[in-house]
């Protein structure tokens, strides 16, 4: 596809359950990131690949939450043991290279947790 | 983010010009973003400015003042599509170059 996709569009799970979220970058591009959107806020980052290579993990807010992206292309974002505080939207970009290159973004997850 | 402002809503007319501010603070300035989103979809890339001036680029400009913290975003003729939230983004190199993002505008535009 032309643009970045991300799978599921939305996503209910039970508190405490596992979730993986999927994003497919734009072909060729070597930069992917990472966001979390509360309601009413702006896309708070969580973590960047460059290729396979996970450059910046920072904005992970926990153990619980760990991304992959194993051939330098797909990527997953998966949660473990799913809190209530998880519940928001969450967005993938990708990037030609870097971050000083405009990043397209997917039209997210959106994630409730009961 | 918490050294990004802007204002929380606007309202405008269509056909009307609006400007959306945006304020930074921070000593690692390394370029700053404008996205567009529409509720439920994904942000789009409008404008980047990382020299003072003025970027135009259609309908859209963007000036940027680093000696200032400051950045507008300037919607000309505005039509009833551009109702979205505006999204201000500084790339900070003291926290690796990664995007800080404001919490967005809201823009109305009413016919």
């Known amino acids: 596809g032309a643009g970045v996709s991300q799978s599921p569009r939305y996503k209910v799970a039970k508190r405490g359950q596992d979730v993986a979220l999927r994003c497919d970058p734009i072909s060729g591009h070597v930069s992917l990131f990472w966001y979390q959107q509360a309601l009413g806020q702006g896309p708070e980052f969580l973590t960047y690949?460059?290729?396979?290579?996970?450059?910046?993990k920072s904005g992970l807010p926990s153990d619980r939450f760990f991304a992959e992206r194993p051939e330098g292309s797909v990527s997953t974002l998966k949660i473990q043991r799913t809190q209530q505080e998880d519940s928001a939207v969450y967005l993938c970009?990708?990037?030609?290279?870097?971050?000083?290159?405009?990043?397209?973004f997917g039209d997210g997850t959106r994630l409730s947790i009961l | 983010g918490q050294n990004i402002d802007q204002p929380t809503e606007m309202t405008a007319t269509e056909g009307a010009i609006v400007q959306i501010n945006c304020t930074y603070q921070t000593s690692g300035f390394n370029g700053l973003f404008w996205y567009q989103q529409h509720a439920g979809e994904a942000p789009t890339f409008l404008s980047y400015n990382v020299l003072d001036g003025l970027e135009e680029k259609g309908r859209f400009s963007s000036f940027l003042s680093r000696s200032k913290g400051y950045s507008y975003l300037l919607l000309k003729e505005l039509q009833m599509k551009d109702s979205a939230s505006y999204l201000c983004a500084v790339r900070d190199s003291r926290k690796g170059n990664k995007l800080v993002f404001g919490a967005g505008t809201i823009l109305r535009v009413k016919s």
């Open positions: 690949f460059q290729n396979e290579a996970q450059l910046d």
């Open positions: 970009a990708s990037s030609l290279a870097g971050t000083n290159q405009p990043q397209h």
